[in-house]
């Protein structure tokens, strides 16, 4: 993952970025291009540019173009609102693998109430409809937020409609900086009406419990430093997006050195026990991960509040189709 900038035209009210970060002096351009072919010369084969709004970035299209032309499986993420006629048509030249939106309503207000932007909706609804003429490969995300909590449904429908497949994200992190603000915009009657749609993974959770297990024999079950990693807007490798430890300078040219001290620290990290998870009664339903954990105590083991009081309420909405409006989430 390339995190190509910390700004945003937006200002989503559970975002992870804290705004102070989006001042930060970027990569150049050839900086960013150095880097890209330390990536290829490692064998690097996906390649996601994120941010912040990577559309941002006045040579994005400079960017695409030089990691298309070096044989990367490209996707972008992005809120869309930055997209029109001209740059779609330089996309459809480009033909990105994926262009993953992030979709947090399918009415005005709705939009405007989360991303503090009032016309991004129209704008956006106008992008994914000009994305689809152009028969670029688009996919849709969204978190269930407060705002948007009733819509998840409708959400769903409209991808749907579009044949695009939509990912939500029922479970929030905090901010970077510890800052719990995004929790507050956590919606737990979307949760439950996506329980009730019964999208993935909760479906499997229901009838398999078990299957979400907490794995005690390692801290990252997800291939982070190891198989992927993030690089920051300053040009530093990470563990990943929501890690920002440790941050190796790549700009010089030490991508290769860098990953290779990454790969022993999660290797000697990963050998420490979770010591709770096999008492406790959440293990089958927890979306642990030690992201949480480092952001929360600096702690990669650390088992924070968010995450047993997301795992209580699945297997509240597990256990209950019937589910009370105490939910604790
Ligand atoms: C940070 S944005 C960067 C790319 C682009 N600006 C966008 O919105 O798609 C990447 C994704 O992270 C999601 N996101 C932001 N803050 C989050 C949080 N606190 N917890 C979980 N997901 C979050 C956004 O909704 C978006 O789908
Ligand atoms: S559009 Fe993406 S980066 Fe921008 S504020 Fe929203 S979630 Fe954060
Ligand atoms: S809620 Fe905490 S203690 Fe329980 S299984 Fe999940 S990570 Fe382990």
Redesign the pocket.
Known sequence: MFELTYR?N?K?K????PPRTRLAKELSTGEVFSIIDQLKGMGCFYLGF?????FLREDIFQILWYAKKRGFQIII???ASLLDREKIRELRRIRPNKI???L?GVRNDTVTRITGVVGAYVKIMEVIELLYDAGLNVGF???ILKDNAGEVKAIRDFSNRLGIFLRV?S?????WDGAHI?FRERGIKGVRSLFRLQTKPFADLASNPSSHNVKESSLFSCGVGVSQAAITPQGELKMCVMINYPLFSVVNGSLRHSWAKLVRLVRVKARRKRVNCHTCNLEGYCLWCPAYGWIEKKDFSFCDQETKRHAACLKQLCESDAVKDTCSL
């Open positions: 945003c937006f989503c559970h975002c992870y970025v994120t941010g912040g709004e990577p993420y992005t809120n993953d939106i992030t947090l995300k969204t978190s994200d479970k929030l992190f905090p901010r995004p």
